[in-house]
């Protein structure tokens, strides 16, 4: 029996066909077959290169199906190279389910490392690079777009997001919007080719540049969003206002001393300490004993 073949994970260029590698030449020259995004476009690649491969399509439609094929192939001996329409693969691409698989069936799997458009844009656009959340894709509607924008308004890494050219200008107003006019971001465009742009401005600025047609909304598009600045931790004033109201201190008073010792804003203060007496029945009575100067236990003495 044939000992398992390998699958290999080649990254393609970007743009700049000097950016491939000569591993990944030799790799994708050698391979058994080749599974590929788009079998056309790999085509014209090989094609290019000067050599010509078995190609097989493997996208985000059929990568479930074709799968258990391709892993057939290679538990059988043969090598596989596995590439994307550009870049590196399973980055916003296909690819992971037959990654899984094929170690699932004992297959060698071997990353070929080269180009990458999130690497590039990190690389040029000026913005903290020391942690960074890839975010892909955001949603293509405007209502979830936003809705996702909002819940990544307090991440404290910079955001790398991939954009369509004719979702580019409503996309970055979104971002203006949902993560402030002033925060920093960066625009990169035709990464490694000959009008390659890099971009570095506050979002709103971004945004005009586009919608003003200063920077075309053309080719492959980056977008970088600066993260978060950080936040003086709020203080906990839970414990206080508990601890104030179980006294018998109305809500106006619990919220001035809280708001004296933390610098919590008095309105939030009040809005909690009027909360926390109506869970407590009897807050509103040792409130009124304790002003009126009466012991506790309604006793007189």
Known sequence: MAPPGTLYIVATPIGNLADLSERAHAVLRDADLVAAE???RTGRLLQTL???RPLVSLHEHNEAARTPGLVDRLAGGATVALVSDAGTPLVSDPGYRLVRAAREAGVRVVPIPGPSAVMAAL??????TDRFAFEGFLPARRAARRKRIAELADEPRTLVFF???HRLAAMLDDCASGFGEAREGALAR???KLHESIRRAPLAALARTVADGEEPA???????????PAREREPDTEPLL?????EGVGARTAAAVARRLTGAPRRELYQRALELAQDDPDAAGRSRRRNSGAPRDGRSS
Request: proline residues 6%; aromatic residues 2%.
């Open 38 to 40: 788009d079998t056309r």
């Open 163 to 165: 954009e369509a050219p």
């Open 123 to 128: 690389a040029g656009a000026g913005l903290p």
């Open 218 to 228: 053309r080719g492959e598009c980056v977008v970088l969003v600066a993260g978060a």
């Open 242 to 246: 508990r601890a104030l109201v179980a």
């Open 50 to 52: 000067g050599f010509d």
């Open 190 to 192: 035709e990464l490694t």
